[in-house]
């Protein structure tokens, strides 16, 4: 899977057993265009209790970016950022933001790969959602 400058794309490498991968990724990350960001989505689908969606992104430039989950038929979304060029080194988590069950991040970061995890709250939770990447 190609990983572009601005989209979010399908990750591929080495996930957990449990994970699966979603099966559309958004339309920007298909032009393979290499321009800076300035936002992308994707959407994601929970089909089983249990299953985690894997998302990679490359941030380009260093700066804030925000990751949110619009919910769809998904009732709750817990969210997860890894990297820099790692699935293993937690940068930050959410769950809730607000009075809402939909997951946000804010966070600085510096140039690289980077990994999110969507999971639904409870384990017996499916549904769609949608991911949403800000970028400086």
């Given at each position: 899977?190609?990983?572009?400058?601005?989209?979010?794309?399908?990750?591929?490498?080495?996930?957990?057993?449990?994970?699966?991968?979603?099966?559309?990724?958004?339309?920007?990350?298909?032009?393979?265009?290499?321009?800076?960001?300035?936002?992308?989505?994707?959407?994601?689908?929970?089909?089983?209790?249990?299953?985690?969606?894997?998302?990679?992104?490359?941030?380009?430039?260093?700066?804030?970016?925000?990751?949110?989950?619009?919910?769809?038929?998904?009732?709750?979304?817990?969210?997860?950022?890894?990297?820099?060029?790692?699935?293993?080194?937690?940068?930050t988590w959410n769950d809730?933001?607000?009075?809402?069950?939909?997951?946000?991040?804010?966070?600085?970061?510096?140039?690289?790969?980077?990994?999110?995890?969507?999971k639904a709250y409870r384990?017996?939770?499916?549904?769609?959602?949608?991911?949403?990447?800000?970028?400086?």
């Amino acid at each position: 899977v190609q990983t572009c400058a601005l989209p979010i794309s399908k990750a591929q490498p080495s996930m957990p057993k449990n994970a699966k991968y979603p099966t559309r990724a958004c339309q920007s990350a298909r032009r393979e265009t290499r321009q800076t960001a300035i936002a992308a989505s994707a959407p994601g689908n929970i089909e089983a209790g249990g299953v985690e969606d894997w998302f990679r992104f490359t941030a380009a430039t260093a700066g804030v970016y925000s990751i949110s989950s619009e919910l769809g038929t998904l009732p709750d979304t817990v969210m997860y950022l890894y990297g820099p060029e790692s699935q293993q080194t937690l940068v930050t988590w959410n769950d809730d933001v607000g009075a809402k069950r939909a997951s946000y991040i804010e966070t600085s970061l510096v140039p690289g790969e980077y990994y999110i995890k969507v999971k639904a709250y409870r384990i017996t939770q499916t549904g769609s959602y949608t991911l949403h990447l800000g970028a400086p």
